[in-house]
């Protein structure tokens, strides 16, 4: 079974369009994150969302929007894409806030042409 | 933010050797964890340290913490292939939401 499992693995688009990556965990954890990894594998924060809360990494364009309909979701809306959001997109679970072990999805490449 | 700097940022050695990943950060923090990402693949959690002084030990590798000079070290004993990978430093950002700050990652390959 896998713990953290986003969807989809590999998504293609065109500038402009508009996009949805979901995210699951099975893990009962009460935080979830996005973190955008880019070419060169640096790999940073965007979005964590624990009990409701959501902390805003303040680099990130407000194209970006995290959505969570629950404890165990937590998907990422991106809109107007460009050709710079090209990156391959974590998500992530850990226990709390305490916690912070991270488990992370397979990920999701986003190619924007 | 947290600051998080690795060196080297690619290391390339032989089987059966030994060698040491720093990683540097730039606040205050008392917990830390390492990571490995295959090529294509998605991080694997390491090694969780969560004091000053933590030593943990899994197979070659070694990871250890000094939080007051704000350091983290990953040892590599006698180095086989399988080692091969990326290697991310993650401390805990202590100052705001506890979110992990990754440093710029070791990109690791044993040369048999």
């Known amino acids: 079974d896998t713990a953290v499992s986003q969807t989809p693995k590999y998504l293609v688009t065109q500038m402009g369009n508009d996009k949805s990556i979901k995210c699951e965990q099975n893990l009962g954890h009460d935080t979830m994150y996005w973190y955008k990894q880019d070419s060169k594998k640096f790999l940073k924060i965007m979005f964590s969302y624990n009990n409701k809360e959501l902390i805003i990494n303040e680099t990130v364009p407000n194209r970006f929007s995290p959505k969570s309909p629950d404890k165990a979701h937590l998907n990422l809306h991106i809109n107007s894409l460009e050709l710079g959001d090209s990156a391959v997109y974590f998500c992530?679970?850990?226990?709390?806030?305490?916690?912070?072990?991270?488990?992370f999805g397979q990920g999701t490449r986003l190619t924007v042409v | 933010e947290l600051k998080v700097e690795q060196n080297p940022l690619f290391l390339s050695m032989q089987e059966g050797k030994n060698y040491t990943i720093y990683c540097n950060y730039s606040t205050t923090s008392d917990r830390l964890y390492w990571y490995r990402q295959d090529p294509g693949k998605s991080l694997e959690s390491l090694f969780v340290l969560l004091s000053n002084g933590a030593v943990k030990q899994e197979g070659r590798l070694m990871a250890s913490l000094d939080t007051k000079a704000r350091l983290s070290t990953l040892h590599i004993t006698a180095a086989v292939h399988d080692l091969s990978a990326t290697y991310f430093c993650?401390?805990?950002?202590?100052?705001?939401?506890?979110?992990?700050?990754f440093g710029t990652g070791t990109r690791l390959t044993v040369i048999p």
């Open positions: 992530a679970s850990s226990d709390s806030m305490v916690n912070t072990e991270a488990f």
């Open positions: 993650a401390p805990e950002d202590q100052t705001g939401a506890n979110n992990l700050f």
